[in-house]
């Protein structure tokens, strides 16, 4: 908070003991009625992207011009911060932050796998053919790069300019009460800080089922567990909790940023591996492809929502989920970025938050996305079935066509799981935050009850998904008709007669 | 002095850039069970030593002996008989073994190595059913058979020199009846075989197919067959130049038997794994080789679960390989369960094999029940038949059921099927015990009859009709339509059995192969990330399942009172994307409510601009 400005805030209590049983109330519902939590759920969604679509693209894609607007504008010259303020950090160390910042279990996750089912599913293009690919990329770069970067910045920059310039706390509401006046300001706020509270604990719920998932995966390849166990899942999330929680009541601050740098690091190296290990010079020439397509076509894909073709679904189910989970993510990724960014002006922190990260997921996908249609196309195949059934064996299913697989597999699963960790512990450290009035400091309490909240609502996300309850519908008896089965019996005498 | 390190550094450099050592070439023959050998060969070598292997591609065992003879390969699999007859031209003395091989190649600068140990001779089989009731047991039974034999085997025996099927036959005596089919596809030999369409089929000792099917293997009473010792043949030269390889495939000896090749075999024809996957796996669990330098390509699993205590016999076999047809990348594994539809429902297996009434699970009066819609029916295997069988007494009871009855092994399908029949007119069953117990019992006297769900034609029943001391039973009438709508009337014709004069009124219930339901998966299924995590076992389409009806021969629909992919697939063709008028007036009111919410942000930002 800047020594100069002086923030008065109406102080508003409750939103722990709001927030906290509201998500608690989610998580036991997905734990007792898993299908009727995901269908509820699937309603909803699908209702809202059916009513909506044109608005959340509309803000998205607004976001983003909003920010390269603010940066190559007038206002590009405004330091986040007081007029002698220097950045805390040195570019290299800013921009690995910012590395760090947007790299997680997701880009493991669906680095190789999106691709691929763009590759095999996406309306425009035949499946399976070189058009399908070069399309497969462009989709899957408008969905992880300049828009879901811009959803971000947009976030950091507003908790960065208020919290620097106007000494407000890092609340998502805080902005509100500092820009805006009158009495409807502070209960909006308040309700800012709620949404943003829930949608982080979602966040990092869906964070956590999709680690599970694929550290399962990954644990079967590797050693050969059974992949469909809910004991498995179950040991895995226990031993995930465990090892979030004591970060969150020990002084393991320094530990934890050590593991989470080393981690990128490592997964730095493993990206060079694939570039190294694969077919070099086709990725690099997929990546000079796919970011020329991208650049080139990222404008029409900005406002497309095909209102005359029937592929408004899939629109709703890929790219407009996308900007419902960036949305949901802005505010603890903003947290963050916006406090290793004081003493950077507008333009430096847009150029660095929108367009470097940018670039990496291009440089990422285009390596692990690209080895898998090179696998498709060119290869032994077979890699797009694998993902088709399950979407967590991707990463793992590709290693296997690389040299040292089980070293990279084993690696895959070391990175998942450290990325987890940092995710959940910093996520609790954000969640404890919000709900204590922007406190740097929030209570050990506070962070345990957030970090064993992820925990459950992850647990609800992996029962949904193993579909645990039963469904009935009572059928009328009908009119017993005779029958000569004799024919086609046949098929079964002969073969049970063995 | 610069110049000479210079071409010092150079020579340095392109004696660096040479490979270690040349690749060992291995022949890669098409049958199953050389080239899973042949890829163990390979996975130990390139595992244990720095020789680097290729394999080259065969067209069968003479191609790949004269690619060894030529020095194109330096190590093939194959069987001591072929080798003796590729050099003799004649039947092997001493009945070909390894050791008569072995002295006949040395001296031609070849080794045969004794690292194998197992033997796959040639069998010929014929139905079990076939064989109890003409009583073959041996091949000079065959001359039994009135109007010759009908013979299929694959095109290889058919053509091979001196013990092939001209010589199996002239020392037999055995008379063909029309000509011999060949099928290359030992698995598809075996459905002709059951298809009726020949009499003796000819396979190898350990084909997978063998495994699970009950075959009777005809004893060689003359002694025609040599034997046919698995071994790897090397060069002579390779054992001088590189015997830490010869010494590596050691390892093998004394891991492989015909039981384990057998099974080995049956991972590659059955379930549809590459040879290299099954080598590898195989070299790891019995840890003859370290796994990390390794890398193989992975299929997707394909699990047909089926309940632990049913018994399907060959049709297992059967529905893996239609399965894999249907679905040539995956790998596809038969897994044997606790409750099977539980398992597709969880996600554990994507097909079940189960009868019709386990869409209705018991309630409390335990005749009907409400429909379990996480699974569908996705193709009709069948029908499974109540057969009433009781002593072959003089007069037909009046009641049917009288007496005491017994049904089969407790837990399975079959014996709740059987009980709740029984139920229905207040009677329990007195003894649950397999089929062939059953058919004892009652022979004994201990029981008076036996209720047993199975396919018309069955081998222990058709055995206990061909004793003539069993008869079967229709059902009475009313009984018949008090019974669960899954249990469809049926009449076995007359003479399904031998000794059977009259039709047979009973119920069946329909078998089949049962996906996951759509109406279960929760979130959107039109794809996307939440979907693709939410979803995990998707359900059929309309495609695969048709195509499975297809591959298996039953174009039969399944009973419309089961859910299946067809009838949701009528649906989901109805379904005209339209919204209903409450659908209507939900969106416009959540498209009102964001534009005033815009309205308002404007207000905001224009008061914020005048301020």
């Given at each position: 908070?800047s020594s100069?400005t002086?923030?008065?805030?109406k102080?508003?209590?409750g939103?722990?003991?709001?927030?906290?049983?509201?998500?608690?109330?989610?998580?036991?519902?997905?734990?007792?009625?898993?299908?009727?939590?995901a269908?509820?759920?699937?309603l909803?969604?699908?209702t809202?992207?059916?009513?909506?679509?044109?608005?959340?693209?509309?803000t998205?894609?607004?976001?983003?011009?909003?920010?390269?607007?603010?940066?190559?504008g007038?206002?590009g010259?405004?330091?986040l911060?007081?007029?002698d303020d220097?950045?805390?950090?040195s570019?290299?160390s800013?921009?690995?932050?910012?590395?760090a910042?947007?790299?997680?279990?997701?880009?493991?996750?669906?680095?190789v796998a999106?691709?691929?089912m763009h590759?095999?599913?996406a309306?425009?293009?035949?499946?399976?053919t070189?058009?399908?690919?070069?399309?497969?990329m462009?989709?899957t770069l408008f969905?992880?790069?300049?828009h879901?970067?811009?959803?971000?910045?947009?976030g950091?920059?507003?908790?960065?300019y208020f919290?620097?310039?106007?000494?407000t706390?890092?609340?998502?509401?805080?902005p509100?009460r500092s820009?805006?006046?009158?009495?409807?300001?502070?209960?909006?706020?308040?309700?800012?800080?709620l949404f943003?509270?829930?949608?982080?604990?979602?966040?990092?719920?869906?964070?956590i089922?999709l680690?599970?998932?694929?550290?399962?995966?990954?644990l079967?390849?590797?050693v050969?567990?059974?992949?469909q166990?809910?004991?498995?899942?179950?040991?895995?999330?226990?031993?995930?909790?465990?090892?979030?929680?004591?970060p969150l009541?020990?002084?393991l601050?320094?530990?934890?940023k050590w593991?989470?740098n080393?981690n990128?690091?490592i997964?730095?190296?493993?990206m060079?591996?694939v570039l190294f290990?694969?077919?070099?010079?086709f990725?690099?020439r997929t990546?000079?492809?796919?970011?020329g397509?991208y650049?080139?076509?990222?404008?029409?894909?900005s406002f497309?929502?095909?209102?005359f073709?029937?592929?408004g679904?899939?629109l709703q189910?890929?790219t407009l989920t996308?900007?419902?989970?960036?949305i949901a993510?802005?505010?603890?990724?903003?947290?963050?970025?916006?406090?290793?960014?004081?003493?950077?002006?507008?333009?430096?922190?847009?150029?660095?938050?929108?367009?470097v990260?940018?670039l990496?997921?291009?440089?990422w996908?285009?390596i692990?996305?690209?080895t898998?249609?090179?696998e498709?196309?060119h290869g032994?195949g077979?890699?797009v079935k694998?993902?088709r059934?399950?979407?967590?064996?991707?990463?793992f299913a590709?290693f296997d066509r690389?040299?040292?697989?089980?070293?990279?597999?084993?690696?895959?699963?070391?990175?998942?799981?450290?990325?987890l960790?940092t995710?959940?512990?910093?996520?609790?450290?954000?969640?404890g935050?919000f709900?204590?009035?922007?406190?740097?400091?929030p209570?050990?309490?506070?962070?345990?009850a957030w970090?064993?909240?992820?925990?459950?609502?992850?647990?609800?996300l992996d029962?949904?998904?193993k579909r645990g309850?039963?469904?009935y519908s009572?059928?009328?008896?009908?009119?017993?008709i005779?029958?000569?089965?004799?024919a086609?019996?046949?098929?079964?005498?002969?073969?049970?007669?063995? | 002095?610069?110049?000479?390190?210079?071409?010092?550094?150079?020579?340095?450099?392109?004696?660096?850039?040479?490979?270690?050592?040349?690749?060992?070439?291995?022949?890669?023959?098409?049958?199953?069970?050389?080239a899973i050998v042949a890829?163990?060969a390979?996975?130990?070598?390139e595992?244990?030593?720095?020789?680097?292997?290729?394999m080259v591609?065969?067209q069968?065992?003479?191609d790949?002996a004269?690619?060894?003879?030529?020095?194109?390969?330096e190590?093939?699999?194959?069987?001591?008989?072929?080798?003796?007859?590729?050099?003799r031209?004649v039947a092997?003395?001493q009945?070909g073994?390894?050791?008569?091989?072995?002295?006949?190649?040395?001296?031609?600068g070849?080794q045969?190595?004794?690292v194998?140990?197992?033997?796959?001779?040639?069998?010929?089989?014929?139905?079990?059913?076939?064989?109890?009731?003409?009583n073959?047991?041996?091949?000079?039974?065959?001359?039994k058979?009135?109007?010759g034999?009908?013979?299929?085997?694959s095109s290889?025996?058919?053509?091979?020199?001196?013990t092939g099927?001209?010589?199996?036959?002239?020392h037999?005596?055995?008379?063909?009846?029309?000509?011999?089919l060949?099928?290359?596809?030992s698995?598809?030999?075996?459905l002709?075989?059951?298809?009726g369409?020949?009499?003796?089929a000819i396979?190898?000792a350990t084909d997978?197919?063998l495994?699970?099917?009950?075959l009777?293997?005809?004893?060689?009473?003359?002694?025609f067959?040599p034997?046919?010792?698995?071994?790897?043949?090397?060069?002579?030269?390779?054992m001088?130049?590189?015997?830490?390889?010869?010494?590596a495939?050691g390892?093998?000896?004394g891991h492989?038997t015909?039981?384990t090749m057998?099974?080995?075999?049956?991972?590659?024809?059955?379930?549809?794994?590459?040879p290299?996957v099954?080598?590898?796996r195989?070299?790891r669990?019995a840890?003859?080789?370290e796994?990390?330098?390794?890398?193989?390509?992975?299929?997707?699993?394909m699990?047909?679960?089926?309940?632990?205590?049913?018994r399907?016999?060959?049709?297992?076999?059967f529905?893996?390989?239609?399965?894999?047809?249907v679905?040539?990348?995956?790998?596809?594994?038969l897994?044997?369960?606790?409750?099977?539809?539980?398992?597709?429902?969880?996600?554990?297996?994507?097909?079940?094999?189960?009868?019709?009434?386990?869409?209705?699970?018991?309630?409390?009066d335990?005749?009907?029940g409400e429909?379990?819609?996480?699974?569908?029916?996705?193709?009709?295997?069948?029908s499974?038949?109540?057969?009433?069988i009781?002593?072959g007494e003089?007069e037909?009871?009046?009641?049917?059921?009288s007496?005491k009855?017994?049904?089969?092994?407790?837990?399975s399908?079959?014996?709740?099927l059987?009980?709740?029949?029984?139920?229905?007119v207040?009677k329990?069953p007195?003894i649950?015990?397999?089929?062939e117990?059953?058919?004892?019992?009652l022979?004994?006297?201990?029981?008076?009859g036996?209720?047993?769900?199975?396919?018309?034609g069955?081998?222990?029943?058709?055995?206990?009709?061909?004793?003539?001391?069993?008869?079967?039973?229709?059902?009475?009438?009313?009984?018949?339509?008090?019974?669960?709508p899954?249990?469809?009337?049926?009449?076995i014709?007359s003479?399904?059995?031998?000794g059977?004069?009259?039709?047979i009124?009973?119920?069946?219930?329909q078998?089949?192969?049962?996906?996951?339901s759509?109406?279960?998966?929760?979130?959107?299924?039109?794809?996307?990330?939440?979907?693709?995590?939410?979803?995990?076992?998707p359900?059929?389409?309309?495609e695969?399942?048709?195509?499975?009806a297809?591959?298996?021969?039953?174009?039969e629909?399944?009973?419309p009172?089961l859910?299946?992919?067809?009838?949701?697939?009528?649906?989901?063709?109805?379904?005209?994307?339209?919204?209903?008028?409450?659908?209507?007036l939900?969106?416009?009111?959540?498209?009102?409510?964001?534009i005033v919410?815009?309205?308002?942000?404007?207000?905001?930002v224009?008061?914020g601009?005048n301020?």
């Amino acid at each position: 908070m800047s020594s100069t400005t002086q923030h008065k805030s109406k102080k508003r209590g409750g939103l722990f003991q709001i927030a906290l049983p509201i998500c608690a109330l989610v998580a036991l519902g997905g734990i007792l009625d898993p299908a009727g939590m995901a269908s509820g759920a699937g309603l909803i969604l699908s209702t809202v992207f059916r009513a909506l679509d044109w608005f959340f693209m509309a803000t998205v894609t607004t976001l983003l011009i909003l920010v390269l607007w603010l940066a190559f504008g007038r206002y590009g010259n405004i330091k986040l911060g007081s007029a002698d303020d220097k950045p805390e950090f040195s570019y290299p160390s800013w921009l690995a932050m910012l590395f760090a910042a947007g790299m997680g279990v997701g880009l493991l996750f669906w680095g190789v796998a999106e691709p691929l089912m763009h590759f095999s599913g996406a309306p425009g293009n035949p499946p399976g053919t070189p058009p399908a690919a070069r399309q497969a990329m462009t989709i899957t770069l408008f969905h992880w790069a300049l828009h879901a970067w811009a959803v971000y910045c947009v976030g950091a920059l507003v908790l960065a300019y208020f919290g620097f310039r106007k000494g407000t706390p890092y609340l998502p509401g805080a902005p509100l009460r500092s820009a805006l006046s009158g009495k409807w300001v502070n209960p909006t706020a308040w309700l800012a800080d709620l949404f943003a509270v829930i949608a982080v604990a979602l966040g990092v719920a869906g964070s956590i089922g999709l680690g599970v998932f694929q550290l399962q995966s990954g644990l079967h390849v590797l050693v050969g567990t059974d992949l469909q166990s809910t004991m498995m899942t179950a040991s895995i999330l226990a031993i995930l909790i465990i090892c979030y929680m004591v970060p969150l009541v020990t002084d393991l601050d320094k530990g934890v940023k050590w593991l989470s740098n080393g981690n990128m690091i490592i997964a730095i190296l493993v990206m060079l591996f694939v570039l190294f290990a694969g077919p070099t010079a086709f990725l690099l020439r997929t990546f000079v492809t796919a970011f020329g397509d991208y650049i080139t076509g990222v404008v029409a894909l900005s406002f497309q929502l095909f209102p005359f073709t029937d592929i408004g679904p899939w629109l709703q189910n890929w790219t407009l989920t996308y900007w419902f989970w960036w949305i949901a993510w802005a505010p603890f990724v903003g947290v963050f970025i916006a406090r290793i960014s004081r003493g950077r002006t507008i333009r430096e922190f847009v150029i660095g938050v929108l367009f470097v990260p940018s670039l990496f997921s291009v440089l990422w996908f285009s390596i692990f996305g690209g080895t898998g249609l090179y696998e498709e196309l060119h290869g032994q195949g077979g890699i797009v079935k694998l993902v088709r059934e399950d979407v967590s064996t991707a990463l793992f299913a590709l290693f296997d066509r690389l040299p040292l697989s089980g070293v990279l597999n084993g690696t895959a699963l070391v990175l998942s799981f450290i990325f987890l960790v940092t995710s959940v512990v910093s996520a609790a450290y954000v969640l404890g935050m919000f709900t204590s009035q922007g406190s740097l400091n929030p209570s050990v309490r506070q962070k345990l009850a957030w970090g064993g909240r992820s925990g459950w609502l992850g647990d609800s996300l992996d029962l949904i998904r193993k579909r645990g309850s039963r469904s009935y519908s009572r059928v009328h008896r009908s009119h017993p008709i005779y029958a000569d089965h004799s024919a086609s019996n046949r098929v079964l005498a002969y073969r049970s007669s063995w | 002095m610069k110049r000479s390190g210079l071409l010092l550094a150079l020579s340095l450099l392109i004696a660096a850039c040479q490979p270690s050592q040349s690749p060992l070439s291995i022949g890669l023959p098409p049958t199953t069970e050389q080239a899973i050998v042949a890829q163990m060969a390979r996975h130990i070598i390139e595992g244990t030593t720095n020789v680097p292997v290729q394999m080259v591609k065969c067209q069968n065992s003479y191609d790949c002996a004269g690619s060894l003879v030529a020095k194109r390969i330096e190590l093939v699999v194959d069987y001591s008989a072929f080798g003796y007859m590729f050099q003799r031209h004649v039947a092997p003395t001493q009945k070909g073994s390894l050791a008569e091989v072995q002295k006949l190649y040395e001296p031609l600068g070849f080794q045969w190595l004794d690292v194998l140990g197992f033997e796959n001779g040639y069998v010929l089989v014929v139905p079990e059913t076939k064989a109890k009731s003409l009583n073959l047991q041996r091949i000079t039974d065959l001359n039994k058979l009135e109007g010759g034999v009908k013979i299929t085997s694959s095109s290889t025996y058919f053509r091979q020199p001196v013990t092939g099927l001209p010589a199996l036959l002239r020392h037999y005596g055995v008379r063909l009846r029309g000509e011999t089919l060949l099928i290359d596809d030992s698995f598809k030999r075996l459905l002709a075989l059951h298809d009726g369409l020949a009499d003796v089929a000819i396979i190898r000792a350990t084909d997978g197919a063998l495994r699970d099917i009950s075959l009777t293997v005809l004893t060689d009473d003359l002694d025609f067959f040599p034997r046919y010792d698995a071994a790897m043949i090397t060069l002579a030269d390779t054992m001088t130049t590189r015997p830490h390889v010869v010494d590596a495939l050691g390892r093998l000896h004394g891991h492989l038997t015909p039981k384990t090749m057998q099974d080995l075999n049956y991972q590659v024809d059955i379930e549809g794994l590459p040879p290299e996957v099954v080598a590898f796996r195989f070299l790891r669990d019995a840890k003859i080789v370290e796994t990390d330098s390794l890398s193989v390509s992975r299929k997707a699993e394909m699990i047909i679960a089926l309940d632990s205590p049913e018994r399907f016999g060959g049709l297992t076999t059967f529905v893996v390989r239609v399965v894999r047809e249907v679905f040539p990348d995956h790998q596809v594994i038969l897994s044997k369960t606790e409750d099977a539809v539980e398992a597709v429902a969880q996600g554990k297996a994507r097909l079940a094999i189960i009868g019709a009434d386990r869409f209705f699970p018991k309630t409390k009066d335990q005749l009907f029940g409400e429909r379990d819609n996480r699974i569908e029916a996705a193709a009709v295997l069948g029908s499974a038949y109540l057969h009433l069988i009781r002593r072959g007494e003089q007069e037909t009871p009046q009641d049917v059921l009288s007496g005491k009855i017994g049904v089969s092994v407790s837990g399975s399908a079959r014996a709740r099927l059987a009980s709740m029949v029984l139920q229905t007119v207040h009677k329990e069953p007195v003894i649950f015990a397999k089929d062939e117990e059953l058919v004892k019992k009652l022979k004994t006297k201990e029981i008076d009859g036996a209720l047993i769900f199975t396919v018309s034609g069955e081998a222990e029943i058709a055995q206990a009709f061909i004793d003539k001391n069993l008869t079967l039973h229709s059902l009475p009438k009313e009984l018949i339509q008090n019974l669960p709508p899954y249990l469809s009337p049926v009449r076995i014709p007359s003479g399904s059995y031998p000794g059977q004069a009259g039709e047979i009124d009973t119920v069946g219930v329909q078998v089949v192969l049962a996906g996951p339901s759509p109406s279960f998966a929760p979130g959107p299924l039109g794809g996307g990330p939440a979907a693709a995590l939410l979803t995990q076992n998707p359900p059929l389409t309309v495609e695969q399942a048709d195509a499975l009806a297809k591959a298996i021969g039953n174009l039969e629909p399944p009973d419309p009172i089961l859910p299946s992919v067809w009838v949701r697939s009528l649906m989901e063709s109805q379904e005209t994307g339209k919204l209903t008028a409450g659908q209507n007036l939900l969106d416009t009111t959540l498209n009102i409510g964001i534009i005033v919410f815009l309205g308002w942000l404007g207000v905001l930002v224009i008061r914020g601009q005048n301020s």
